[in-house]
């Protein structure tokens, strides 16, 4: 590999003036700069970042750490802040925790050693990890917290409106006449999850209608956990209308559960998730959801690291998106069998009126 002193000898340069090239400082002249880039191509020239992390205390890394990349929520993320890492001349380097703290644990302690600009986490466990975060911030990078936000994290974040998310699917099944509503929450340890049954309870006690113990099933984020927590709900005496999932893949469970007992949504059982995958729009029947903007999260959350290390050093940023409703077949009246009501919906003061 050629060296800065080969480079030099070819451009008919000093040593000085290949660094500052390679630097990107002004003081270069543009004849002697041009000369210096035509004998990296002719040589094939690959800088060290290390080497310059090691002059500038960073490299132009940023890493970004998710929990789970199975989960389709979260390459919708990646891609939204790789696309602006790029844009910005930064590199992304994604690593995935597998929602293991031990395993988040270990990224965070080696990917520091590579001198990263930013850091986008997405934590494995809320209570445990941010003294590692921390660490980072004093060297010099960049943190920001996305989508599961710890409650003792002072520094920038970006998320979604859980709550109001959740609000607005349990009110549109409020809306259209339901008044035996179950959900099924993700993991109760993650701030995403209790935000989201947050929303579903501020509706129901809205709307004057009581929440059943039994009609609150925690599950794990993935359809298989979504299936077996919906049939534990069929399975009642007294059987849901109506089913808000904390997330799509929840949902492909529920509809999937709703299939294997012979009944039919939305006719007899209104499922609602929460994220619009794309998976949405081809399940059967399509899956009435919230869009919570995946890549805006991630976009958002990589301009604010790229703004840190531009000398951006105002207020601490909490940016939260709010999510949109979005209808489609799965939800629609409580009816008898045969009779199709799908998108229909009551005011809410003439739903509360008839109790």
């Not at 999932?245 to 929460?274: H, K, M, T, W, Y």
């Not at 940016?319 to 809410?348: E, N």
């Amino acid at each position: 590999m050629a060296t800065v002193k080969e480079i030099a000898e070819r451009a008919g340069v000093s040593i000085g003036t290949v660094s500052n090239v390679l630097n990107g400082l002004p003081s270069v002249r543009e004849s002697a700069r041009q000369r210096v880039l035509k004998a990296m191509e002719q040589v094939d020239y690959q800088p060290s970042l290390l080497g310059r992390a090691l002059r500038k205390d960073k490299t132009n890394m940023i890493v970004m750490i998710v929990p789970d990349i199975t989960n389709p929520f979260f390459p919708g993320a990646v891609r939204g802040a790789e696309d602006v890492a790029f844009k910005h001349g930064f590199r992304l380097v994604l690593c995935n925790s597998d929602n293991d703290l031990e395993k988040e644990a270990t990224y965070l302690h080696e990917m520091r050693t590579y001198r990263p600009s930013g850091l986008i986490i997405v934590p494995a466990d809320l209570s445990k990890g941010t003294d590692e975060a921390k660490a980072y911030l004093r060297t010099g990078c960049s943190v920001v917290y996305m989508d599961r936000i710890p409650s003792n994290w002072r520094g920038d974040s970006v998320t979604s409106a859980h709550e109001e998310g959740a609000y607005l699917a349990t009110r549109h099944l409020i809306e259209l006449g339901h008044l035996n509503i179950a959900t099924i929450t993700g993991p109760l340890s993650l701030s995403s999850a209790t935000a989201r049954l947050d929303g579903f309870r501020r509706a129901m006690k809205e709307a004057g209608l009581p929440i059943t113990p039994e009609y609150v099933q925690e599950a794990d984020f993935n359809t298989t956990a979504g299936f077996h927590a919906a049939k534990a709900l069929l399975a009642l005496r007294r059987k849901p209308t109506a089913i808000f999932a904390a997330n799509d893949l929840i949902g492909f469970g529920v509809l999937a559960a709703v299939r294997e007992a012979g009944l039919q949504c939305p006719e007899d059982i209104s499922v609602v998730g929460f994220d619009n995958l794309d998976e949405s729009n081809v399940a059967s029947p399509k899956l009435s959801t919230v869009e919570q903007f995946a890549y805006q999260v991630g976009s958002k959350a990589a301009e604010i690291v790229i703004e840190r290390n531009q000398g951006g050093d105002g207020p601490t940023k909490h940016i939260v998106l709010a999510p949109k409703l979005l209808v489609k077949d799965s939800s629609g009246q409580p009816v008898k069998r045969g009779r199709s009501t799908r998108g229909k919906s009551l005011p809410l003061r003439k739903l509360v009126a008839a109790r």
